[in-house]
């Protein structure tokens, strides 16, 4: 640590803050996903940060939520379009 930083710096430093919360609804008790990482990933597939796997209204990759860290704006993808535009019909 650096002589010219406090503990309490130092600290704030290594815990990161989330940017918002998300709040699963529907199931029995509501769950509570604070956003920590700058991209969050939504879908049925089990490596989703938050996923629905018995939801057939839901796709593997259904979408994403995107914090800009600079401005502060977030933003929603829609990832089901990106891969349907990837396969001409």
Not at 10 to 15: D, L, P
């Amino acid at each position: 640590m650096e002589p010219s930083k406090s503990r309490g710096q130092a600290q704030q430093q290594k815990e990161p803050q989330p940017w918002g919360k998300l709040i699963r609804l529907g199931a029995e008790e509501a769950e509570l996903h604070l956003l920590l990482k700058k991209e969050w990933t939504i879908g049925r597939k089990k490596g989703c940060d938050l996923s629905f796997p018995g939801n057939k209204l839901v796709s593997g990759d259904h979408c994403k939520i995107i914090v800009d860290e600079d401005s502060g704006q977030v933003s929603l993808e829609d990832t089901r379009l990106a891969l349907l535009e990837s396969f001409p019909v």
